[in-house]
């Protein structure tokens, strides 16, 4: 059998950054920075108020005090506009709003809570400084500078800097595209009516879903039969326009597992045991230079897959260099068993430990419910994956174990649903108030999460 490492670092060695392209700012947010971006101006670009109130020179108001202001003409105003202003001649003020150029001879800024905002002339209540309330050009950013380096993943923060630093299409590697295409002639679309034998094809949104999460522009393809014709159709309707492809089923060993029988020896696709619980069947490799991802069928095994194997790619492909999932140590408040020889990956719900545990914050981790392949509710209320080596089997409670937090990559999703396809009356089923996540409750085993 592979290790889950060894089929990792297969797959890692065979995916690529997507190439670089220059994307305007709306289709660039979210993708990762391929080169740097350097400043080709200033920021600010020229001297200007920060505040709304009067433009003097400090010398002529050195004296000002709240007995005895000083008294200056006004000789006209300077809106935030095209333009350059007038300079300002010694014993002058000039009314000026934020962000308007500074007028030459200017060197402070008085703001107009302290003057008695005069249109004619005006009254300084206080002395100031020189440089006071004025934006230098250049103070945020120099000509030449690194605004971002390469790998920036680029969020709303980033894309006001580029579009301050007025570049309009910044050079980023695009979303994979990836297809998601799930085999079974037992799948029918969600939705659907179903009949004797059919299931609703769940594999191909959950995946298309965490796909999206990973950064990813998807192609979501269901229920393909278990027709090797029709397989290897639909398969090479998509090559052509895609960065990878993740399909789901057919991988084991039985009769009519269609995606194992038409990829085994095309390209270099391998089918693996790779030594994990759930997930062991899984195959990889490149079909025309596209990765493709063969995952098996059960659903948790597919999610699972997911996360451990094409996660890190589109990750990869993404031109990000941390690949995996945040990892952290917890505590196991369940004992546990796991097959020898296989790296188990433990759908679990995470709590603090109370004051009546041991001593300091520790991470907790519990069973989200049953760990059947085929049961999603454990999943779907898990909030990370315990990881059990391959060489341990039994597991008692107090543990310390690895664990992978789940959650998809935060901010990565553009797509989501719109204001107006929210259907209202989807959303007022009851939930049970209160719903206990099973953790924390006792010492004893957890309970499985009824959903
Ligand atoms: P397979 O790997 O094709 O033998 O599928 C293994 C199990 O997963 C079977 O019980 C399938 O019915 C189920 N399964 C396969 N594909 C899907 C899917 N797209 N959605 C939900 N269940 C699936
Ligand atoms: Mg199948």
Redesign the pocket.
């Known amino acids: 059998m592979t290790t889950v490492d060894e089929h990792l670092e297969r797959i890692l060695a065979e995916v690529a950054p997507t190439r670089p392209r220059r994307a305007g700012l709306e289709q660039a947010h979210g993708c990762v920075l391929a080169a740097d971006v350097r400043a080709t101006v200033a920021l600010p670009s020229f001297d200007n108020s920060a505040m709304d109130g009067y433009a003097v020179r400090a010398a002529d108001v050195a004296a000002a005090t709240e007995d005895a202001p000083t008294v200056l003409p006004v000789v006209g105003d300077i809106p935030a506009g095209p333009g350059t202003p007038a300079p300002l001649e010694p014993g002058t003020a000039v009314r000026i709003m934020t962000g308007a150029p500074l007028p030459r001879g200017a060197d402070a800024v008085v703001q107009l809570e302290w003057t008695d905002g005069g249109r004619e002339s005006v009254a300084v209540r206080r002395p100031a400084a020189r440089g006071l309330h004025i934006r230098r050009a250049g103070e945020d950013v120099t000509p030449g500078a690194l605004v971002l380096p390469a790998g920036t993943v680029i969020g709303s923060a980033q894309i006001g800097l580029l579009a301050a630093v007025n570049v309009a299409r910044p050079p980023v590697h695009p979303r994979p595209r990836v297809a998601v295409l799930s085999?079974?002639t037992e799948l029918v679309e969600v939705g659907s009516r179903l009949g004797a034998g059919q299931i609703v094809d769940s594999n191909s949104h959950g995946i298309a879903a965490a796909a999206r999460e990973a950064g990813a522009v998807v192609r979501r393809l269901t229920g393909v039969p278990?027709e090797p014709d029709a397989f290897a159709k639909a398969l090479h309707g998509v090559l052509g326009d895609v960065d990878a492809v993740v399909t789901t089923?057919?991988v084991s060993v039985g009769a009519?597992?269609v995606v194992k029988e038409v990829l085994t020896g095309t390209g270099s696709v391998r089918f693996d045991q790779v030594a994990m619980q759930p997930g062991k069947p899984q195959g990889f490799g490149l079909v025309e230079g596209v990765p493709i991802f063969a995952l098996p069928?059960n659903p948790v095994s597919a999610l699972v897959s997911f996360e451990l194997f094409v996660r890190p790619a589109l990750r990869r492909m993404r031109g990000l260099t941390a690949t995996g999932l945040p990892r952290i140590v917890v505590t196991v408040g369940t004992a546990l068993r796991s097959p020898s020889g296989r790296r188990s990956f433990v759908r679990v719900g995470l709590d603090r430990l109370g004051e009546n545990g041991r001593p300091g914050p520790a991470t907790v981790a519990r069973p989200a419910g049953g760990q059947g392949s085929h049961q999603l509710t454990s999943l779907a209320g898990a909030q990370a994956l315990l990881v059990i080596p391959e060489d341990v089997t039994e597991v008692p409670v107090g543990s310390r174990l690895p664990a992978l937090l789940l959650g998809g990559d935060a901010g990565a999703v553009l797509s989501g649903l719109g204001w107006a396809e929210t259907d209202r009356s989807d959303t007022d089923t009851d939930t049970g108030a209160g719903a206990d996540t099973g953790a924390g409750a006792g010492t004893g085993p957890s309970e499985p999460i009824a959903r």
């Open positions: 085999t079974g278990d089923g057919g009519y597992d069928g």
